[in-house]
């Protein structure tokens, strides 16, 4: 079955960065689309970031574009989520999700904070 494990999360200080891994296993990983979502304390999940199957596109949410970055490794089975400029705003659980089968990984913890 469709497993998604993501790493990388920490404590980070404003204006630091942090490099998000999704690695992911149970499909045809090069056949699909990939996402990123967070979900901060309150509020609803959202989306931060797509990435198509070749990556050859890619796609942000507002509050993030210019400081993340979506790529894949096909020949790994892995997805990342480079995040620069953190802002305290950015604290949430971040999640990677296979959107065409619903599946979530179970999120890490990014906090920024001084």
């Known amino acids: 079955q469709v497993q998604l494990v993501e790493s990388g999360g920490g404590l980070v200080q404003p204006g630091g960065s942090l490099r998000l891994s999704c690695a992911a296993s149970?499909?045809?990983?090069?056949?699909?689309?990939m996402s990123w979502y967070r979900q901060a304390p309150g509020k609803e999940r959202e989306l931060v970031a797509a990435?198509?199957?070749?990556?050859?596109?890619?796609n942000y949410a507002d509050s993030v574009k210019g400081r993340f970055t979506i790529s894949r490794d096909n020949a790994k089975n892995m997805v990342y989520l480079q995040m620069n400029s953190l802002k305290p705003e950015d604290t949430a659980v971040y999640y990677c999700r296979l959107v065409a089968r619903d599946s979530w990984g179970q999120g890490t913890q990014v906090t920024v904070s001084s």
């Open positions: 990435i198509s199957s070749t990556g050859g596109s890619t």
């Open positions: 149970g499909f045809t990983f090069s056949n699909y689309a």
